[in-house]
């Protein structure tokens, strides 16, 4: 059966960290602030694609990096600050958001959720659990995202799940040899692959990838796409309408444009 995080169908638009208009930028709104979530919301965005990461006082907060110097010139790491703290900070930037406020005030979103250190592995599993329907789990490390996962587990939640670095280069690989037993075996337990489209040069999305992973089951999603033409031949790389699962993009108004220009809604 499929998790209920992939209902609707493909395609889909994930607002890699919120969405952040050009307007909003202007007014000192950020990424993975509180309107950054509502305006993907408001735009009719189901996905929301973002990370967590666990403040001194053991909550787990949506951002990106170890530390606050890129958005806010703070250079401590947020494991040291608490949430008054980036609270204060982010007031002027969006407003900080927790991952508790984000999945109550909006319990239409779905949530693509990368566990950014081990100390918030167990605390999101945790808070993700009774969400565990409109929430994918992942993280870079395939061992932090079990650790998350295994948490969700035992409060009750099951949540949908994309493979960490070690389990995309073992499905790289198995696709590459044409091997569906080994693309199966490294894909078991998963529900898509999360990749960028080139790694050092070497191109991972082909139409081969793709239709070899939907062999198995497994979607894919692609980052971080936001150029226009390059949505349009991800969504289109057969040249009959069919591509990847998914677009991971800071352009999420553009990219909902493309998917309904290439994929118009049913009367």
Known sequence: MTHPWFSPPAPRVLAHRGLVTLA???????????????AAHAEGIAYVESDCHLTADGVVVLWHDADLRRITGDARPVADCTVRELEHLMAERGGLITLAQALDTFPTLRFNLDVKTDAAAEPTGRLVAKYADRVLLTSFSDERRHAALATAYTHGGHPAT?????????????????SRAMLARAARGI???QVPERRNGIRIVTPHFVSACHDVGVEVHVWTVNQTPDM????????????????????????????????????
């Open 232 to 267: 349009e031949r991800l969504l289109d790389l057969d040249g009959r309408g069919h591509g990847v699962d998914g677009l991971i993009t800071d352009r999420a108004e553009a990219a909902a444009r493309v998917v309904r220009k290439i994929h118009p809604p049913r009367n």
């Open 24 to 38: 909003a930028a202007a007014d000192g709104v950020v990424e993975n602030s509180f309107l950054a979530v509502a």
């Open 191 to 193: 529900h898509a692959v």
């Open 162 to 178: 994309s493979g960490g670095t070690s389990t995309v280069a073992r499905a790289v690989v198995a696709a590459a040899a044409r």
